[in-house]
């Protein structure tokens, strides 16, 4: 069967060694990659989903809010993710964020951000490290708990900003213990699910790469009933 063809989008300055990680993910759940990025050709009728990938802080401008002097921004980058993510979510295209990717996700559907976070929740354990130190709890009945568990994950953490208000549609999936939350999803088709670790640096624990899975079946369903739609435009009977 077909690999689908999945964007990734990558910041300038590290996606050279992202997007490998990332890709093998990938190519482990039954897909294939290709780098999207600030100045790169990014055209979504080339592709069958999408991966908003991890980086810098996403500006506030974005949701009305007060860039800090602080605060490391790549316009570029945000312009070129925040059209991404309208596009894919209007042409129900699955769209998997990571990190800065999910945050991405809840601004696109008119949702806000706490720019710093563990200024909002400083009963958070602060950790930034790639290493599975966080633990974080999956919401019952939700579309990752289907995909990956109801059991607590342990799981990395490198952000500053995470999800405040919720954007149109969407409902929390995941929360750490002091109530941040880890995880947001859409809560009807087409997939869109966001979280706020990086799954590709755990490709080794099964449950992380099951969210890659996910994101490469829903690909794969809508590849399949797009190629179906052109067959029928083009059938001359």
Same mark, same amino acid.
């Given at each position: ?7 990734? /989008? ?49 500006? !506030? ?32 295209? !699955? ?18 951000? $706490? ?16 290493? !599975? ?13 289907? $995909? ?28 750490? /213990? ?19 670790? $990086?799954?590709? $640096? ?33 059938? !001359?009977?």
């Amino acid at each position: 069967m077909t690999r689908p063809c999945i964007a990734v /989008t990558t910041s300038t300055r590290s996606g050279w060694r992202i997007f490998p990680l990332v890709n093998l993910n990938l190519w482990l759940a039954g897909g294939r990659g290709v780098r999207w990025g600030a100045g790169r050709p990014a055209d979504l009728d080339r592709v069958d989903g999408l991966i908003i990938g991890g980086g810098d802080d996403i500006s !506030p401008e974005l949701y009305d809010g007060d860039v800090r002097l602080s605060a490391r921004i790549d316009a570029a980058r945000d312009a070129l993710e925040r059209r991404l993510a309208d596009e894919a979510l209007g042409q129900n295209i !699955p769209v998997l964020g990571i990190c800065r990717g999910a945050q991405m996700l809840n601004v696109a559907l008119g949702g806000t951000l $706490h720019q710093d976070a563990w200024d909002i929740y400083p009963d958070a354990d602060f950790v930034k490290t790639i290493l !599975p130190r966080r633990a974080v709890r999956v919401v019952p009945d939700s579309h990752l708990a289907r $995909h990956a568990g109801t059991a607590p994950m342990q799981v990395n953490a490198l952000h500053t900003q995470a999800v405040d208000r919720l954007g149109r549609g969407l409902r929390v999936c995941a929360r750490d /213990t002091a109530g941040m939350v880890q995880g947001v999803e859409r809560m009807q088709d087409p997939f869109a699910l966001g979280v706020q670790w $990086h799954p590709e $640096h755990l490709f080794y624990a099964r449950r992380q790469r099951r969210i890659f899975r996910a994101l490469v079946l829903a690909a794969r369903a809508y590849a399949r009933g797009r190629d179906q739609v052109h067959a029928a435009r083009t059938d !001359p009977a």
